[in-house]
């Protein structure tokens, strides 16, 4: 079966760094995606990898294996705006997107 | 104006009651999808549809209809409402390429009783 899979929930401070890993196995693999969720709100998107490597966008980054299954995304500099639920999505064969439950990322001062 | 907008933002209905909930975009996508989202559960596709005559059953279709009665416009049908189907329901719009991120309404919280 497909599945994603990333931590429930992480903590971390304001001003400090935090990754956030995601691993995926999916039948066939397009490409990954980032998005950020407010609490009762829509997601975001954040970043999409297709290559192997890091993709560095202001103070978030996100980084694929696709050999390992797993990906991660890298928080900077952390503002309380931050708290929020980071969802991992991969593309499968088919193109579909499947779904991670997403990691809460509760930001302390 | 939101680029993306869901009609009714939130609503309580009776088991056995039909539902539609609505959604509109201004991005001028042909793709249009339908989520539901569970706690602790990730998004998970309900249909989907590519053009106005497309339309795609999602990983949980059972109980649920759709409609696309223009590219701008994709309602989503509870034909006898449950319980179990009490959830936030998203509604997403996204262009051609597979790369391309979606863009997601603000959100339906539905409740079921």
């Known amino acids: 079966g497909q599945n994603i899979d990333q931590p429930t929930e992480m903590t971390a401070t304001e001003g400090a760094i935090v990754q956030i890993n995601c691993t995926y196995q999916?039948?066939?693999?397009?490409?990954l995606f980032w998005y950020q969720q407010h609490a009762g709100e829509a997601p975001t998107f954040l970043s999409y990898n297709v290559l192997d490597g890091l993709e560095e966008k202001g103070r978030f980054s996100s980084f694929l294996s696709r050999s390992k299954g797993y990906s991660y995304l890298l928080l900077k500099e952390l503002q309380m705006k931050d708290s929020a639920s980071y969802l991992c999505a991969a593309l499968d064969s088919n193109y579909q997107l499947i779904w991670g439950a997403g990691t809460k990322l509760i930001i302390k001062p | 104006d939101a680029d993306v907008t869901q009609t009714p933002r939130n609503r309580i209905t009776k088991t056995g009651k039909r539902i539609m909930l609505e959604c509109s975009q201004t991005k001028g996508h042909d793709r249009m999808y339908w989520y539901r989202q569970d706690p602790g559960l990730g998004l998970r596709l309900i249909y989907y549809?590519?053009?106005?005559?497309?339309?795609n059953k999602g990983e949980i279709s059972d109980g649920y209809s759709v409609s696309r009665q223009a590219q701008a416009k994709f309602s989503l049908s509870l034909e006898s409402a449950i319980p179990n189907q009490t959830a936030l329901y998203f509604c997403a719009t996204s262009g051609q390429r597979e790369s391309d991120e979606q863009f997601f309404g603000p959100g339906t919280r539905l409740t079921v009783l």
């Open positions: 999916t039948s066939g693999f397009n490409g």
């Open positions: 549809s590519f053009d106005v005559k497309d339309i």
